[in-house]
């Protein structure tokens, strides 16, 4: 789901079930089985009695199709919440560097401490800058002073820093 925080995706998870038949399998997975027992629970209680969980969410499945090695309906990079932020699942690489759009799936958290944005950024632009916008990094730079009070949502994909082609 394309959210930013767990309340947004419940409702997106409301809308995706709509008018679904509460004897339908609903299938759900997340990073590590924990929130899919919360959102799966909720979801019981609305009277869905077919909801399937994967256990042990994504971590669990990349660890069981890499230990029998078999093939994986999951691609790509698992985020994880600890200093790794991720965990490679299969080689392949969705996602691309918020600077310069180069396919990349390595997580950056940005140097301006006010802002901490997680987000995507290549070897090569993290060899230039670590920071998420031209706004960070003005800040870091000290050219501008830092105003804005912290707003996650308006941190989110901010536009890419400006960079000499
Ligand atoms: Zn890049
Ligand atoms: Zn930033």
Not at 6 to 30: A, H, P, W
Request: overall charge positive; some cysteine; aromatic content about 10%.
């Amino acid at each position: 789901m394309d959210v930013d925080t767990f309340r947004e995706g419940m409702d997106v998870m409301e809308d995706l079930i709509g008018s679904r038949s509460k004897e339908q399998d609903i299938y759900m997975y997340c990073t590590g089985g924990i929130r899919c027992s919360v959102a799966g629970s909720y979801l019981r209680n609305k009277g869905y009695q077919r909801v399937k969980m994967l256990k042990g969410g994504v971590t669990a499945y990349g660890h069981y199709v890499q230990l029998q090695n078999k093939p994986s309906l999951f691609r790509g990079k698992n985020f994880t919440f600890d200093g790794r932020r991720g965990e490679r699942v299969t080689d392949d690489v969705l996602s691309f560097c918020h600077q310069c759009g180069a396919p990349c799936d390595s997580m950056t958290n940005c140097i301006n401490t006010r802002c901490h944005l997680l987000f995507i950024l290549c070897e090569q632009c993290r060899a230039k800058t670590r920071t998420c916008s031209q706004m960070c990094q003005d800040t870091v730079d000290g050219k501008v002073q830092w105003t804005a009070e912290y707003d996650y949502h308006r941190q989110i994909r901010p536009p890419p820093l400006k960079q000499a082609v």
